[in-house]
Structure formats: structure tokens, C-alpha cells
């Protein structure tokens, strides 16, 4: 099925508006995660899989007063804790609150983070009866280390990919592509942080998916490339490059579409336990999306005009011919 038919829009011209496109929301994102750092030791809010602590998901039969609730944990001793409403799509009057304690040093202390909250809104907030429906407990040293290879798994990711696209096409290639991705985290990341949301395990694993959906994005694009680069060698690479961005524009349309109004399915109606993980995915596939385009593609022309400004003409390699 093919959407567009003799598109011929000229990408490159658009470069610096894509550029500064991408400018606006890294600076963005790297100022508000400063913010954070500066503010809260962490470059992004982190749930309770990284920091550690106690989250307990409260559900009350009548609207909560989020301020009475703060002073029923004040007052009962617990010290920091972070209350927050909850609107889930299946509670439409908006029941549910979060309460979280903070990272504690003495991981034995932690199992009692539960029956504090239990007794402090038993004490001094009874007149709205309440049921536990979640419990999360996550000691500081296991937050650190699911931290840790959190990081080293994303790095990994793209390294891996880095070398893969080296033995495929060329070094450059691979360059561009992981400079694309490293781009989509960047903002994907900084939208998190632009809108105080909190980073959990489900949010890297969307964040690795969008690594991997960015990646087949542009490889697509790059083959579509060669393949052109081979069949046009008297061409200029820039011509190249757009006529396969346009060639492959209804794939990239009506992958990424179908695949986004999924997500936006799953934010939409997901509930609060899907929120991160849907919300980290409708911002990458969007920016992905973007990049295989604007950031990805542009960088090989880039590279091929510094190379001639030096002296130096680079043939990018084009495709094989099949054989038979």
C-alpha cells in the first residue's frame, strides 16, 4: 500500500529548521535535568524500582483531600513522604492516592513502611474509609544496582548496534544511526524531566524499545540509500538522500502511524500503572520517527561535504547487485 505517489520534498533544504527543532528540546531537556540534579541529587525523578522506599497505592471511598492526607502522615511522624492522586480510567472520580517514603538507609525498616501509612490514615484520617490496593518495597542498595545496569544496558544497546551497522553498510552509518537514537533518549528522557514524571523499570524497557524501533527506522532508510546510490551514480548524494526519504515515506507513515495510535491507546486508556511505559513510547516513536529523517539521513551528506571540504571525496558504498 502506498500512501504518497511522486513525492518530491526536499529534506536537506529543511535541515536547519530540523535542527533547530532538535536544539530546542535537548537544551530543554539537559536544563530541566540539571534542575533536578541540582534540586534532588538525580537528573530525573526516579521511581521507587531506582531510589528505594515504600510506595503504597490507597484507594478511599469518597474524593481524598490530598492536603488532610499530608497532615495525617505529618502528624503520625512519617517525615518526607510524597502524596499524589491518582487517576485511573476505571476510577473516573479519582480515588486512588500514592504514598511514598522516601529512600531509607536501613533496608530492614523498609516492610515497615506499609502498616506506618496503614496507621497514620487509620489515626488521623478515618472519617474515609480506605483498602491497600498496591505495595511496592525496594531496598536503597538493589535501587542503586537496577540503576546501574539500567544505564549500561541502553549504552550496550547502542554500542551493539553501532558495531552491527559498521559491518552492514559503513562506520558512518553506524555513527549517524547511533547519534540518531542517543538523540531520541536525549529528548524522550528530557520530556520526563520537563514534566516532573518519574523514570521505573517499565519506562527503560519502553526506552530500549524505542532504541531498537528508532534503529530498524533508519535502516530502512539507509538501505533504500545504497540501493539508490547504486542504481544513480551520477547523482549528488543530496539528491540521493531525498528522493529515498520520499521513496520511503508511506512505509515510514503507515508503520510509525499505526504503531503510535497503538501507543496512544495504551496512554489514553492504560491507567496509571502503564503511564510512564505508554507515555515513553508516544514521545520516541513521535521523535524516532523525526530523526530517521532530520537527524540520521543529513548527517551522511554532512559527513561527505566535511570530507570534500578537506580534500578528500568519499564514495559512500552502494548496494551489491543481486546476482541470477
Known sequence: MELFRGVNVDWLRLKWYFLG????????GVASMAWHMHTIGSPVPLGVDFQ?????????????DINRI???????????????????????????????LPEQQDESALDTGRQQIVSALNANYSDNPF???NVQVVGPTVGHQLEKQA???????????LIYLWFRFQLIYGVAAVVACFHDTLITVGAFALLNKEISLTVIAAILTLVGYSMNDTIVVFDRIRENLRLSRRESL?????????????RTVLTSGLTFLTVLSLYIFGGAVLNGFSFALVVGILIGTYSSIAVAAPMLVA?????????????????KRSKG
Open 303 to 319: 559527513w561527505q561535504q566535511w570530507r570534500a571540504s578537506k580534500g578528500k571525496t568519499i564514495v559512500l558504498p552502494a548496494a
Open 131 to 133: 483498602a491497600v490496593r
Open 52 to 64: 528505594g522506599g515504600t510506595q503504597v497505592q490507597v484507594r478511599f471511598s469518597q474524593a481524598p
Open 151 to 161: 544505564l549500561l544496558a541502553t549504552l550496550y544497546s547502542l554500542l551493539g548496534m
Open 238 to 250: 543530496p539528491d540521493v538522500v531525498n528522493r529515498s526519504i520520499n521513496q520511503t515515506l508511506s
Open 70 to 100: 499530608r497532615q495525617a502522615t505529618a502528624v503520625a511522624g512519617i517525615k518526607d513522604a510524597n502524596v499524589q492522586a491518582i487517576h485511573d480510567v476505571d476510577q473516573a472520580s479519582g480515588n486512588d492516592v500514592l504514598i511514598a
Open 21 to 28: 527543532f532538535s536544539l530546542i528540546f535537548s537544551i530543554s
